[in-house]
């Protein structure tokens, strides 16, 4: 495993140091397991699961996925990120929220570097949009990235800032 790091310029410190800021139990909490295996529709596409404050999602990168966030008021949506086996950074980990019906979009790019040195200095790596509709909003997710992670979401209300 050391060779494939070698080849990809992790530098040792930054893959023995992942997950330094917290726990995988303290990342989940009290929320309870969503397998993500549904199919709800949303913006003319499919959705594995409805994610909320009681629920997270995981899986592995590379790959994508999409999921459901409800939003009652305008608010801040936070994806956070609790990344497990990294054995790559991979180019480009990317995070796309979507106004209710789809009518509008937000694209954060970020590249696997930058997601791995954010996972080792805070415990997780999150991307945040505000999002002014209400009701169902599709959020995508895709990464190149060879790692296990654990996913949640945080939805604050604007008011409440």
């Keep these: 495993m050391l060779s494939q790091l070698s080849r990809v310029g992790l530098p040792l410190t930054l893959v023995l140091g992942l997950g330094c800021g917290g726990s995988r139990a303290d990342f989940i909490g009290s929320r309870v397991a969503d397998t993500c295996d549904a199919a709800w529709p949303v913006c003319s596409t499919m959705a594995g699961c409805i994610l909320g404050p009681e629920s997270y999602a995981e899986g592995r990168f590379p790959g994508q996925g999409r999921f459901i966030v409800q939003v009652p008021e305008a608010a801040?949506?936070?994806?956070?990120?609790?990344?497990?086996d990294v054995i790559a950074a991979g180019e480009e980990t990317v995070v796309?929220?979507?106004?209710?019906?789809?009518?509008a979009r937000i694209r954060q790019s970020v590249s696997g570097r930058t997601a791995l040195d954010t996972v080792e200095k805070q415990g997780e790596f999150s991307r945040e949009a505000d999002l002014t509709g209400v009701g169902d909003h599709l959020i995508e997710f895709s990464s190149d990235m060879q790692a296990r992670y654990v996913m949640k979401v945080e939805v604050v209300p604007q008011r409440n800032r």
Excluded at 78 to 83: E, I, P
Excluded at 96 to 103: A, K, L, M, S
């Design 96 to 103: 796309t929220f979507h106004e209710e019906g789809c009518r």
């Design 76 to 84: 801040t949506v936070r994806v956070h990120f609790f990344l497990e």
